[in-house]
Structures are given as structure tokens and as C-alpha cells.
């Protein structure tokens, strides 16, 4: 099994650097570029909220990226040490009384551009959201 392992601290200014590495890993198995940018998108939603939420941008605090090759994709973890939440428990963007707040969307964006997520209480502390991307049928 392939796996790369990063560990960044809780600024914004290494979210670029995660999903960068997360894209480059995923390139190398072949993802095409819509691919690529779903992907993108996913992990950049995951950290910021790890980041920000998880970890409230206390820079002592990691975030951790586990990036694994699976025989029919990739599988992208990122765990935080914060106190996790229940990710049904966040308003639905999509409603009407919620289309201007200025939040509530990574989860949806996850949602939509990853065939599975996942969010998982940490025994060891934090919150973990697994999320996979599979490639697509023709490719293979």
C-alpha cells in the first residue's frame, strides 16, 4: 500500500502546501483533471475546516493528512484535535434562509465531490474526515 503522510500546523497559509501535496499524489495514479480538481477542492474544504474549526488556528495544534492509493482510487484522511461535531448538525446551504451566510458549504462541496465521506471520532483525540475518489469507470 502507497501512503504519504503529512503534518502541517494550523495556519492558513499551509492549506496551499496540503492540497498541493494531495493533488501531486493523485496525479501520479493518473486522476484526470476533473479528477484532480474535485480532489482539490475536497481536501482544501477538509483542512480549512480542521484548521480552523478543528483546531481554532492554534499553531501548536497539527493537522494530519494521510494520503493512501487504493487499487480503485485514492483515500485522503485529515484529523484535527479538536473536540469533533456532528456534521448533521450543520444547516443545509442549499436552503433558502441559508444561500447568503458565508459558511456552512465545505461539507457539501465534500460531499459532492468525493464518493465517500466520512467523519470519525478520534480514540486518540480529534475528528477525522475520510473521504475516497475512485476513478472513473472507463478509465480502467
Not at 32 to 50: G, K, P, Q, T
Not at 105 to 130: A, P, Q
Amino acid at each position: 500500500m502507497l501512503q504519504k503522510i503529512l503534518s502541517i500546523p494550523s495556519r492558513i497559509d499551509e492549506i496551499d502546501r496540503a492540497v498541493n501535496e494531495a493533488v501531486e499524489f493523485a496525479a501520479s495514479f493518473g486522476f484526470d483533471s476533473d479528477s484532480l480538481y474535485a480532489i482539490d477542492i475536497a481536501v482544501r474544504e477538509a483542512v480549512a475546516n480542521a484548521v480552523k474549526h478543528g483546531n481554532g488556528l492554534d499553531e501548536n495544534k497539527k493537522v494530519e493528512i494521510i494520503l493512501t492509493a487504493l487499487g480503485k482510487g485514492i483515500e485522503v484522511r485529515v484529523r484535527d484535535s479538536g473536540n469533533g461535531f456532528d456534521p448533521n448538525s450543520i444547516p443545509d446551504p442549499t436552503k433558502p434562509e441559508n444561500l447568503l451566510k458565508n459558511c456552512g458549504r465545505g461539507i457539501l462541496f465534500m460531499r459532492s465531490f468525493m464518493e465517500e465521506v466520512e467523519w470519525i471520532k478520534d480514540s486518540k483525540g480529534g475528528m477525522i474526515v475520510r473521504m475516497c475518489k475512485f476513478f472513473k469507470k472507463d478509465f480502467i
